[in-house]
């Protein structure tokens, strides 16, 4: 069974940066399409960022330009490097495959943009 931890949130001023680390066991990350997703509350987790196992980005359009997703297959951890960040971007951070077949969810890390 695969598991994730999420790290690397935190409470941050509009416009600052943070780099948020999803460490797996149990099976390579380096195999699968990974994801970041973001919940708030009352509303459905949605994807922010995703990279395929040959390394193709995506981005949803809040994200682009900001956001970078990235591998170090040695550690076996995904980050998300997330710069300028506004209040919106305000949630729990989860990581999981992108697409299908999902493992089951990690505690995830909070993520507040606040002055």
């Known amino acids: 069974q695969v598991q994730v931890v999420e790290s690397g949130g935190g409470l941050v001023q509009p416009g600052g940066s943070l780099r948020l680390s999803c460490v797996g066991s149990?099976?390579?990350?380096?195999?699968?399409?990974m994801g970041w997703y973001r919940q708030v509350p009352g509303e459905q987790r949605e994807l922010v960022a995703g990279i395929t196992g040959g390394g193709t980005k995506y981005y949803t359009d809040s994200a682009r330009d900001r956001f970078t997703i990235s591998r170090e297959n040695a550690e076996n951890t995904v980050f998300l490097h997330m710069n300028s960040l506004k209040s919106e971007d305000t949630g729990v951070y989860y990581c999981n495959r992108y697409g299908h077949n999902k493992w089951p969810w990690g505690q995830g890390t909070q993520v507040t943009v606040s002055s």
């Open positions: 149990g099976s390579k990350l380096s195999i699968y399409a």
